[in-house]
């Protein structure tokens, strides 16, 4: 989890937790981790609602033994999974589970998980009010075995109005202009940015907007207290996991780099790199074919 914040709210949560019962319940649960859910709908695009309900669910509330041992909320297996593990069982006897530091790096790898694999992809093209079309996707793409999966979430969610988080967050970042100046603003791949003017900066641009400092380096894959040039695309609202229905691939051209074609199609870089099976940090090749909307398959031959 990127900041102090977060982890100061989880450990007063959990505080809460164990003065007042040694059973989580529901609305504890819910009143100690719904900030942190909101936090990862805008950082990834992930319903609040959605990630609340999974976890509810998955950790009974954070009282299973997975939850309480290993901090994983969300039940999720080691698959490619380098870090601490736990055996459990689970469709299978002694099954490999990650194991998480805190409940806030459980919630950030839940976010990471679904964002950095090609069969959620999907899902990121409903709205962030759509519980019940995020609820079924993950049912579709196989995130879990159990076919009451979907309906066991959506009940959830409705019962315990978790939706009513999805909508705590205004769809577009407030404006903060100078009086009788409006900023244009722009749309790529359903994606929100604005062009930077000489002399403006991060800050600058997060302030007009009212964003949080670390909003727009995340939403555009820029190390903090990175300058900005004029005419350079800035996102104000987090990119996409793949690209816009015309736009299948891209033919690298000279000094073309990942960041700067994540930027041109409104992608996140993450996705670019997972897409076509390169390794973080590496650039393309001059006239290299790049998969913008699904993953290169391993047998691809350019």
């Known amino acids: 989890m990127k900041g102090s914040r977060i982890g100061m709210l989880l450990g007063i949560g959990l505080i809460f937790i164990a003065a007042t019962s040694q059973r989580i319940t529901r609305d504890e649960y819910i009143k100690t981790y719904y900030k942190v859910a909101q936090e990862k709908m805008m950082e990834h695009g992930i319903p609040a609602s959605i990630t609340l309900a999974q976890g509810i669910l ?18 999720i297996k080691c698959h490619d999974w380098t870090g601490p593990s736990v055996r459990y069982n689970d469709d299978r006897r002694n099954e490999c589970f990650r194991k998480y530091k805190s409940a806030a790096e459980s919630f950030e790898d839940h976010s990471t998980f679904l964002t950095g694999r090609g069969r959620y992809e999907f899902l990121f093209d409903l709205k962030s009010t759509d519980y019940k079309g995020w609820a079924r996707g993950l049912k579709k793409a196989g995130y879990a075995t159990d076919p009451r999966y979907a309906d066991r979430l959506i009940k959830i969610i409705e019962e315990e109005e978790l939706y009513k988080y999805d909508r705590k967050i205004s769809p577009e970042p407030e404006q903060h202009a100078a009086p009788g100046e409006v ?23 997060a302030q007009e907007f009212g964003m949080r400092a670390w909003e727009l380096p995340q939403y555009n894959d820029l190390p903090k207290g990175s300058t900005l040039d004029e005419g350079e695309v800035v996102y104000v609202r987090p990119k996409r996991g793949k690209a816009s ?14 960041h700067a074609i994540a930027q041109k199609y409104g992608i996140k870089l993450s996705s670019l790199y997972w897409k076509n099976r390169m390794e973080k940090g590496t650039q393309p090749n001059v006239g290299q074919v790049l998969f913008l909307r699904y993953r290169m398959p391993k047998d691809y031959q350019p």
């Open 245 to 258: 229905k015309e736009f299948k691939f891209h033919k690298v051209e000279a000094g073309e780099t990942m």
């Open 183 to 205: 900023r244009e603003t722009f749309y790529n791949n359903n994606t929100r940015y604005v062009v930077a003017k000489e002399g403006e900066t991060l800050a600058s641009l």
């Open 58 to 75: 998955e950790s009974d509330c954070g009282n299973s033994s997975l939850a309480r041992k290993a901090n994983n909320h969300f039940g």
